[in-house]
């Protein structure tokens, strides 16, 4: 039996599992405002030597941690947060494929926050 529709706060009834347009709505603009104060990949120190270093760890790592499919990202363990000897500390890194790295990892540093 199908779970029934939720009352959104706006007041529209939303489909079980679905998000209101208003919710849709708000969530984009708050993560508009975060990328405007945030600034860009190479300020954050993503720049042509991490690319560099990101393809030769990658190569001797080729396999997620988790999951052991093949790994497309270079994830620091613990968030460096602009601590520059973290960022490049390779003991800090982990190759994991964008799966986990989107899932499983984003929600571990959400609890930690």
């Known amino acids: 039996m199908?779970?029934?529709p939720h009352l959104c706060t706006c007041g529209g009834i939303v489909p079980?599992?679905?998000r209101c347009a208003c919710q849709?709505?708000?969530t984009r603009a708050r993560n508009k405002r975060h990328d405007a104060n945030r600034p860009s990949a190479a300020r954050r120190g993503y720049d042509h030597t991490w690319r560099k270093a990101r393809v030769e760890?990658?190569?001797s790592h080729p396999s997620c941690?988790?999951?052991r499919e093949p790994a497309t990202i270079v994830d620091h363990i613990k968030?460096?947060?602009g601590d520059k000897v973290l960022f490049w500390d390779r003991a800090n890194w982990q190759s994991l494929c964008v799966s986990c790295h989107s899932g499983i990892k984003q929600k571990e540093e959400s609890v930690c926050l």
């Open 2 to 4: 199908p779970k029934p």
């Open 16 to 18: 079980h599992g679905e």
């Open 24 to 26: 849709i709505k708000r």
């Open 57 to 59: 760890f990658l190569a």
């Open 65 to 67: 941690v988790i999951c």
């Open 79 to 81: 968030a460096h947060r």
